[in-house]
């Protein structure tokens, strides 16, 4: 069974540009968080997104915005990309219905902002 | 406001001693807690949760984690460490307060190295 798949892994933009971000659930995860990482404030959630709907959000400015195809696929967009914004981007699966806070990590997308 | 901290930021034991993980939460109402494992270049895995019942839970990996509800806390044990182990361990709350079961508040994580 794959795993979650996250595009790009490694990516580098500068200010102002804007980023999309894609994530491939685990088959049959309905249920698609994201998180940022970075080394000086850590694991952080975004927003989660479930049925195609956004259930729950961080807090992070309206710059950060994603979306929630049918096929549970993710995406998530940075626009007007500022320095702070240097991170590891992590997308988590879980299973539908399952409130068991049991996510399964992707490796992540590694954004440097120049 | 919940919280999550780990005070150790770095450990070193060798390889077959004991480990012990300190995690103290902070959370207005029964915490849904959990343990996950960062390889270096890895996403996160989880190693065991603790969402109610028996206060000792076992793991993958050999791990195991006691909730203390007097000492809001939620370490994480392993008997013998092997060098495998080396990795950064993240303690982390289910903030259900904002409906969130798989919104989760993560403490800085602890990075532990294993001496052979």
């Known amino acids: 069974k794959a795993g979650v798949t996250q595009t790009p892994r490694y990516l580098i933009k500068t200010r102002g540009q804007q980023v999309t971000l894609s994530c491939s659930p685990i088959?049959?995860?309905?249920?698609v968080s994201w998180y940022q990482q970075t080394p000086g404030q850590g694991l952080q959630f975004l927003f989660e997104?479930?049925?195609?709907?956004?259930?729950n959000k961080g807090n992070f400015p309206g710059r950060f915005s994603g979306r929630q195809f049918s096929n549970s696929r993710s995406e998530m967009n940075v626009s007007t990309l500022e320095l702070g914004d240097s991170a590891l981007y992590l997308c988590?699966?879980?299973?539908?219905?399952?409130?068991?806070?049991?996510?399964?990590f992707g490796e992540g997308s590694r954004l440097t902002v120049l | 406001a919940q919280s999550v901290t780990q005070p150790d930021i770095h450990i070193t034991v060798s390889e077959g001693a004991s480990l012990e993980l300190r995690c103290n939460y902070s959370?207005?109402?029964?915490?849904?807690l959990f343990w996950y494992v960062q390889s270096p270049g890895q996403g996160l895995q989880l190693l065991l949760k603790?969402?109610?019942?028996?206060?000792l839970v076992q793991g993958i990996k050999g791990f195991e984690a006691e909730f203390k509800r007097s000492q809001s806390s939620f370490n994480l044990r392993k008997p013998s460490v092997h060098w495998s182990d080396a990795a950064e361990y993240f303690c982390?709350?289910?903030?259900?307060?904002?409906?969130?079961?798989?919104?989760?508040?993560f403490g800085a994580g602890t990075r532990l190295a294993v001496h052979p």
């Open positions: 997104y479930f049925s195609e709907t956004q259930r």
């Open positions: 088959s049959g995860h309905r249920s």
């Open positions: 959370y207005g109402a029964t915490p849904y």
């Open positions: 603790y969402f109610s019942g028996d206060t």
């Open positions: 988590a699966s879980s299973l539908a219905g399952e409130r068991s806070g049991e996510l399964f």
């Open positions: 982390a709350v289910g903030d259900l307060f904002s409906g969130g079961y798989n919104k989760l508040i």
